[in-house]
């Protein structure tokens, strides 16, 4: 028997010991059986009461705090992801991205709000309308800005709470791929036109998912932190007039 059975066991029987060598004092000092039967039985109808409160109503609301702790930590993450490597490379994509102009408006906030949803863009992305156009990218400095980004996008997989958002993992994963992609390559000025053609998936792949990421995550610091959204806004990637100095 492991251990920890072996501990819960022995703690088991010594409360069960107890409470009947409590229940034979009991009787013992007040020679009163059916006392004691009437306050045994009338415990045992309340367990299932008990076991209600306990377990579906306390526990779901330490649940519920615990889990709501777990995603501040989570965005926080997020906010340094996209500080470090999601903004700059939201910039790069976007702007070898020919049809970005059909979903511009939906990234950009008007009166303190993202005009658009995730689910807006969604369809933009995956129908490839707004898709990369290799030529638009010079692969030589994406390479080496994400292969500089390498000990930090690490560091972010072995967070634990990461795993904890599914679609930001798929993202860490999709960039961690273009990643090594990029870095097998010696020479990408002269790559044949398959390759490039898979080099554009991997940015796609990467697109698709940055670009919802980012816009949940927007929504996150409107929400929660206007001083952040306010920065974010005057930095944004969609924006072609977005300024970061305040005019008034």
Known sequence: MKEEHRWKLIAAIALVTLSLALYTVHFFIFRDAQHILIYLVGDLAFVPIEVLIVTLIIDQM??????QRKMEKLN????????????PL????????????TVRHLLVAKDGVIAGKPEDV?????????????????????????AGQE???????????????????????????????????????????????????????????LVP?????????????????????????FDDGAQVVVKG
């Open 62 to 67: 330490l649940e519920s705090r615990e889990r």
């Open 151 to 209: 000990d930090f996008l690490l560091r972010l997989v072995e967070n634990p709470m990461v795993f904890e958002h599914e679609s930001f993992t798929d993202l860490l994963l999709a960039v961690s791929h273009l990643t090594e992609e990029l870095k097998a390559r010696d020479d990408l000025a002269s790559l044949p036109t398959a390759d490039i053609a898979h080099l554009s998936g991997d940015m796609h792949r990467v697109y698709s998912r």
């Open 90 to 101: 939201l910039a790069t994509l976007s702007r070898a991205d020919p049809g970005i102009g």
């Open 122 to 146: 969604r369809s933009c992305l995956d129908s490839k309308s707004c898709s990369i156009a290799m030529n638009h990218v010079d692969m030589g400095p994406l390479r080496d800005f994400l």
């Open 213 to 237: 990421e980012w816009m949940k995550y927007m929504e996150y610091l409107r929400t929660h932190y206007p001083y952040l959204f306010s920065l974010a806004m005057r930095t944004n990637p």
């Open 76 to 87: 926080m993450v997020i906010g340094i992801f996209f500080s470090r490597i999601g903004t």
